[in-house]
């Protein structure tokens, strides 16, 4: 696609193949981030006053995504979902202690389901369908695209308390700007591309982005709960 938009404009090729994905890749970082400054205080004070409900989704989430850019040979989708993949996992084992028992079973089986789906997965496709990065890298792709909806779904799980309620204090303006941002510039990269497994959920991703910002607009905030949310604007009531 990169080629019937650009033609023989070098300087529109390199924009659209090397710019586009090295600012999604710093807006990637932004969001694996963002819940780093409250898990921390969260370590120091040994009290809960995040949401880690997100986080296994966010590990496995990253997870497919490095191994999708490495059978890929994309480094843009496989480096900072590395370290996305390291943070995370951090943030998860550092707030597993403070849950109870519950949570704490229902974060774990999250933890191993989505990276267990991928690498069985993998497996599968190399076994079954052949020994090839492109049979491998469909399947992936499939599973990983399937987490990052539920990934970019997850803020929205609280959309129907918050029409009924009439706040958004719950949404995080500049997190939900940062998703709307970070959407779009891998949703054109997947088009530019035309990877479609990169495409559909980021722009997915950025139409989830659109709402929340939408709704933070218009409707009041009645609380500062939201200001210490960790991830997707929820607080450590909200699930």
Partial sequence: MADQLCGDNHG???????????????????????????????????????????????????????LYGYLARDYFIMLPNMIG??????????????????????????YIASQALLLFSGCFAFITLGATDTTGKTLVGIVTTAILVAFYFSPLSGLLQIIQSNDASSIHMPLALTSL?????????????????????????????????????MLPSRSRRGSNASLHGQSDEES
């Fill in 181 to 217: 941002c970070n959407g779009l510039l891998w949703g054109a990269y997947g088009l530019t591309i035309a990877d479609y497994f990169v495409a559909v959920p980021n722009l997915f991703g950025f139409l989830t982005g659109c709402i929340q910002v939408i709704l933070k607009v």
């Fill in 12 to 66: 529109c090729d390199v924009f659209l193949r090397y710019v586009i994905p090295s600012l999604g890749a710093i807006t990637a970082l932004s969001i694996f981030l963002a819940p780093m400054h409250s898990v921390l205080q969260v370590r120091n004070s040994q009290k809960l006053t995040v949401n880690p409900n997100p986080f296994p989704l966010l590990t496995g989430n990253c997870f497919g995504w490095a």
């Fill in 85 to 110: 993949w390291s943070t995370s996992s951090f943030y998860l084992f550092t707030t597993y202690p403070l849950l109870q028992r519950k949570q704490q079973d229902t974060l774990v089986g999250l």
